[in-house]
């Protein structure tokens, strides 16, 4: 498998509070997947400045997961705050 998921279940494992850091390996390979470009409005990031967002927000009981994480430009991220995306909701049976 890929050695980034590796890295971020032992940083996971180690960390006792749940909102963590999230490893610039895994950021990498979301934004790969994602292939860079934002989830909500399609910026690329020649654009815009790219985050890592949780889908589901920790405070909504998402976890600190690849299959949980999105990339966001950085607007969207602002405008997003605490609610979920309905484009979201059908992948995790909410
Ligand atoms: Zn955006």
């Not at 654009?47 to 607007?75: K, V």
């Amino acid at each position: 498998m890929y050695p980034v998921w590796k890295v971020f279940f032992v940083t996971k494992e180690m960390s006792k509070t749940p909102r963590i850091r999230i490893p610039p390996e895994v950021r990498i390979y979301v934004f790969q997947r994602d292939k860079y470009q934002c989830q909500s409005c399609g910026k690329t990031t020649v654009e815009t400045n790219l985050s890592i967002d949780h889908i589901i927000p920790l405070a909504r009981g998402g976890q600190n997961d690849i299959s949980n994480l999105q990339t966001l430009c950085f607007t969207c991220n602002q405008q997003k705050t605490d609610k979920i995306d309905p484009r979201f909701r059908r992948y995790f049976q909410l």
